[in-house]
């Protein structure tokens, strides 16, 4: 007897995807984790940093002197500094493990597109890459991005962190009419 | 115990296993995202039509439990906050930066840390959106010298929360955050089954306890309140080198060894000290401070201390030193007391007060007598006219005093680097 219904997702490498847990639940489990490096480490989470060290290490590998000729990379990188001796670094690195992991037990681990409808694969990676230029250029700007502003700053109260947010999802949601095809 | 542990504070070569720590941390982190479908951009970018409301429905309901559990740990005396990174308030770098960030949002699909938990399983939108993220960085770093000065002043405030912003106790601003998150948990619900046709029938009963769950800890916060300044001051703890080790000192010892009071040479001399901004802050009556006051002291009767804290606090702290004086010391060891347990960074007293001043810088000065009836903590000297910062010796003379010798006791605490927390 056969059914209509799709298998279950079984085992602990299932083939096909296991549903996404409940975005409450997502966030509760989420909040604990902040809450504990917050309070084991003084420091929330974050990864935009760790990008612009991962910069600062490369520049410093290929071209020293252009390290000591810019003021930005000189704080990360100058004389002796390692940009890549900084929390933020093994957390970039821990995420990416994570991530993995997650897409591992969860059969979600493929090679694949994710995009609208009407848009090409080509076009949305075009607008991937562009999008993620512009908004580590604003996350460096800003000091931190939607995980290290937004997440960890909205926890500790921090104003500036409230105002980033507000203007993040401003933005956003004021230009997302305008690009509605990249998305329905 | 008390957190956070001052050995997992920073990475550092010293200790390996800090890397591994850290390293924990942001496992966790991309495994919740990506198991919440951070990884997927399609869900991510539904968001901003209103489909399906889960990006805000995961941050605000980590935002929410992480805020309620760390005011808790606060409240209870666990945590010291003072030790936990806030984001600096950089109004407008941090408003363009937002800005700009919704715009790549919309575009790329993704935020930095959900492009991970993307390209981590494999999706080939999320590694390109990382790979413009290296570019995105680096063109950053090639071009902030050009609004550099822009990039670090505009809009300055320094360590600055809400409860400052809206003059309102911890608590209470927590529990607003709930109830403002419930409230908005409830308005998506309605989008996502009104735009996004969902079945809202399926979903879980469970999340009504979890709301009145955050709801009763948002209330125990606001009922426990903040730690008094009493029971932050004897948790102080002061690092000192002496013999070239580490010691530790509770801010009791500080005062009882003297460690916080500088001689008026060396008060006087910080002012030439390129490494320090000192501000005086002279905590006497304003009718001695009328009398007679040190050049460019500020002038905050003991009374009214605690009102100017929050502005202590958002002055640059890194080589902002504060220097308390009184008459004697008595109001003085009470200011840097408050001070301390305030979490103002590098607070010293003014060895002897506004008297020694006198004494050692216009003691010569004809103006005025020596007054015989001083008790404790009162001018020991009298005034032809009250000249304020007027006479000779409110602003000795450089040139004059160039060689002073001093045994020099502030040790500047820089405030944590900025890359040390956030991700700045």
């Not at chain 2, 202590?312 to 007391?337: G, H, Q, R, Y």
Request: proline share 5%; charged share 15%.
């Amino acid at each position: 007897m056969t059914t209509a219904t799709p298998a279950k997702p079984r085992g602990l490498f299932p083939k096909t995807p296991r549903p996404y847990v409940h975005p409450y639940f997502g966030g509760m489990v989420l909040g604990i984790v902040l809450f504990l490096a917050l309070l084991l480490t003084g420091n929330g989470l974050g990864s935009s940093g760790a990008t612009s060290r991962i910069d600062a290490a490369i520049v410093d590998a290929i071209s020293p002197s252009h390290v000591d000729n810019n003021p930005y990379l000189l704080k990360m990188a100058g004389g002796d500094k390692n940009p890549l001796d900084d929390w933020i670094v093994p957390v970039f690195f821990g995420a990416l493990l994570g991530g993995f992991t997650s897409g591992l037990f969860n059969g979600r681990l493929k090679f694949e597109t994710t995009k609208g409808p009407n848009i090409s694969v080509r076009t949305r990676w075009l607008m991937a890459f562009l999008g993620g230029v512009i908004f580590l250029y604003g996350a460096r700007m800003a000091r931190g991005c939607t995980s290290g502003q937004a997440l960890t700053g909205g926890t500790t109260l921090a104003a500036g962190s409230w105002l980033i947010m507000f203007s993040i999802f401003g933005s956003a949601y004021a230009l997302a009419y305008f690009v509605r095809k990249l998305w329905n | 115990m008390q957190f956070p542990l001052q050995s997992f504070i920073a990475v550092s070569a010293a200790n390996p296993w800090t890397y591994v720590l850290f390293g924990v941390v942001g496992f966790a982190f991309g495994f919740t995202l990506e198991m919440s479908g951070f990884g997927n951009s399609a869900k991510l970018a539904a968001q901003f039509y209103f489909k399906e409301l889960t990006v805000l429905k995961v941050m605000f309901t980590a935002i929410v439990t992480a805020m309620v559990l760390l005011f808790g740990a606060v409240g209870l005396g666990i945590l010291d906050f003072s030790q936990v990174w806030v984001n600096t308030t950089y109004i407008a770098s941090g408003v363009l930066g937002g800005l700009i960030m919704g715009v790549g949002f919309i575009v790329g699909g993704f935020c930095p840390t959900t492009s991970l938990a993307s390209a981590s399983t494999g999706k080939i939108d999320g590694m390109m959106f990382m790979l413009g993220g290296f570019v995105g960085a680096f063109l950053f770093g090639e071009t902030e010298q050009y609004f550099t000065q822009w990039y670090n002043n505009a809009g300055y405030l320094g360590r600055l929360t809400l409860d400052q912003v809206f003059h309102l106790p911890v608590g209470v601003v927590v529990l607003l955050i709930v109830l403002m998150a419930l409230f908005m948990f409830w308005g998506s619900e309605q989008l996502e089954r009104i735009i996004g046709k969902k079945d809202m029938s399926h979903e879980p009963k469970l999340r009504l306890v979890g709301a009145g769950a955050l709801v009763a800890v948002a209330l125990a916060v606001v009922f426990i309140g903040q730690p008094s300044l009493d029971s932050r001051y004897v948790k102080l703890t002061f690092t000192r080198t002496v013999n070239g080790e580490q010691v530790a000192y509770t801010a009791d010892q500080m005062l009882e060894k003297r460690l916080v009071f500088i001689s008026p040479a060396e008060a006087f001399k910080a002012q030439y000290n390129q490494s320090m901004n000192p501000i005086y802050l002279d905590v006497r009556s304003e009718a001695d401070y009328n009398l007679y006051h040190i050049q460019d002291a500020v002038n905050v009767p003991l009374d009214r201390l605690t009102e100017v804290i929050p502005t202590l606090l958002s002055e640059p702290p890194a080589n902002s030193v504060f220097i308390v004086m009184s008459n004697d010391e008595t109001a003085a060891v009470k200011a840097w007391k408050t001070l301390s347990a305030s979490s103002v960074p590098n607070v010293y007293i003014l060895e002897g007060g506004v008297n020694n001043w006198i004494a050692f810088f216009g003691k010569d000065d004809p103006q005025f007598q020596p007054n015989l009836n001083a008790g404790d903590d009162q001018l020991k000297y009298t005034f032809t006219a009250a000249l304020g910062a007027g006479y000779k010796s409110c602003s000795p003379s450089p040139i004059e005093y160039e060689k002073l010798t001093f045994a020099q006791k502030i040790v500047l605490q820089l405030k944590r680097d900025k890359s040390g927390g956030g991700c700045g």
